[in-house]
């Protein structure tokens, strides 16, 4: 009994912190109290490994419903003849894609992690994408744009068989039809990694990568808003290109890679994705975007470099190289001191370690769908100069040994500096304003 008290203590102080701060993290989201209610349902305790009508467990006549009519809405939204909504999160869901589309050895392309790209699109040594396939990495041009010509280059000398559009930190568009065009002069599958910029697609803030793709995967945590799990769509091009593919897939999450699914997920994916059929859903993603172009233009007329000078889909990344290369790290505490969290980021051609970047990577999902607009994304922005203002000077030591102590220093007196804490005071006086979810439409759009 002591051990469950101090775990919903614990859920009680998060819950608070969430509340009283201003969370910018591109990949988080609050989902609905509709979601919510599925997820602590008594659907938790029920175990259906396998699918729909060939499960292992008896008892899942029920379930059974409910995941088909997750991936029918699913298949409704973007209109795809397959989707599994059993992958467990994004990491395992990509684990799924190329588990079906690659044998080991065979070369993989993916958008280098310095430049935006994801851990599990290739990046080498440290990732099971990268020691398990050959893995040749596209990079950016000189305005920080993913560089097509180099790309087509490296396509044509390495001939991946599956070439990967998706990004974590890039804050541009993606051009699917560029992507396509570079697949079908090596005859490579384009897997469509969409899990940051979902909503923006559904709602035509950003191109569909659906006419172009053969497969696509998103996470259903980021901004679709539902629980955390994952989907994978097969487009129609997919299908043509190969009828089994969904096989494949389905036989790659069980028995490839996973056992039975977490039921209260695809029950929550079934719910947000009905969520996702709303005009409020369309509002919401519209604002994402307008909140995204005002929060950038914010920090950049309070004096902050952004990377690429803008954004154009839900996030942004800070250049800190203006004042000094590796500030990301001591930036991104005392934010969190002030009231606002966001995340370290290494930048392009980053001069410092990945772990003391140069950089912060900021987003809209979380503050949009709490309500807040243009005039909450300006007062953002001030703060998030006057932070970056007030400790520029924490400049990073060159001797790397020297570098643990001197952030064990900076946290230590971060945390009791009294213009974070007077910054924290007003950050909270606004957050409180705003609900974690507002549910009501006419707060949203």
């Known amino acids: ?113 310095g430049a935006g790209g994801h851990l599990t699109h290739g990046h ?29 280059a490296l396509a044509k000398e390495h001939k991946p068989k599956v070439i990967i559009a998706g990004t974590t930190s890039y804050p541009f568009s993606l051009d699917f039809a560029h992507f396509r065009a570079v697949a079908d002069a090596v005859g490579a599958w384009l897997v469509a990694d969409i899990s940051h910029i979902t909503a923006l697609v559904l709602a035509g803030e950003h191109p ?44 790659a999450v069980i028995p490839g ?16 994705a009905a969520e996702a059929m709303q005009p409020s ?21 309070n004096g902050l470099k952004l990377v690429g000078d803008g954004t154009e889909n839900h996030l942004m990344v800070v250049d800190f190289t203006p004042y000094s290369d590796g500030l990301g790290t001591q930036v991104a505490y005392a934010l969190d001191v002030a009231g606002i969290y966001a995340n370290r980021n290494a930048i392009p ?13 900021v987003g809209t999902p979380m503050v949009t769908t709490r309500g807040m607009k243009e005039a909450e994304m300006n007062a953002i922005g001030r703060w998030i100069a ?20 001197f952030i064990k220093a900076f946290r230590e007196q971060a945390t009791n500096d009294g213009e974070l804490l007077r910054i924290r005071a007003e950050v909270k006086a606004l957050a409180m304003q705003f609900p974690l979810f507002a549910d009501d439409i006419a707060q949203i759009g």
């Open 1 to 113: 009994m002591y051990m469950a008290d101090s775990v919903f203590q614990l859920i009680d102080q998060e819950e608070v912190r969430q509340r009283e701060m201003i969370g910018l993290i591109p990949s988080e989201n609050h989902f609905s109290p509709r979601v919510a209610q599925v997820l602590s349902s008594c659907l938790s305790s029920k175990y259906a490994e396998g699918y729909a009508g060939r499960r292992y467990y008896e008892g899942n006549q029920v379930v059974d419903e409910i995941e088909n009519l997750a991936i029918d809405r699913v298949k409704e939204l973007f209109g795809v003849p397959f989707v599994n909504v059993q992958a467990h999160s994004g990491s395992p869901a990509n684990t799924v894609i190329q588990f079906a589309l690659l044998e080991p050895g065979e070369t993989l392309m993916g958008l280098q992690l």
């Open 124 to 152: 080498p040594n440290v990732t099971f994408s990268g020691r398990y396939f050959n893995s040749v990495q596209y990079g950016l041009n000189a305005h920080a744009r993913i560089d097509f010509d180099a790309m087509l």
């Open 208 to 251: 569909s990568p659906v006419p172009y793709a053969d497969v696509i995967m998103s996470t259903t945590h980021k901004t679709f808003r539902g629980p955390r799990g994952a989907i994978i769509l097969i487009t129609e091009r997919g299908l043509a290109r190969d009828s089994k593919l969904g096989n494949k897939i389905n036989a």
């Open 257 to 272: 890679l996973q056992g039975g699914p977490h039921l209260a997920t695809v029950a929550g994916i079934a719910v947000a």
């Open 281 to 301: 859903f369309q509002r919401y993603a519209r604002q994402i975007r307008q909140n995204a172009d005002t929060l950038a233009l914010s920090m950049q007329q």
């Open 349 to 361: 051609n980053e001069p410092c370690s990945p772990f003391y970047p140069s950089g912060l990577r």
């Open 386 to 405: 006057a932070v970056t203002e007030h400790v520029k000077q924490a400049t990073l030591p060159t001797d790397t040994k020297a570098r643990p102590a």
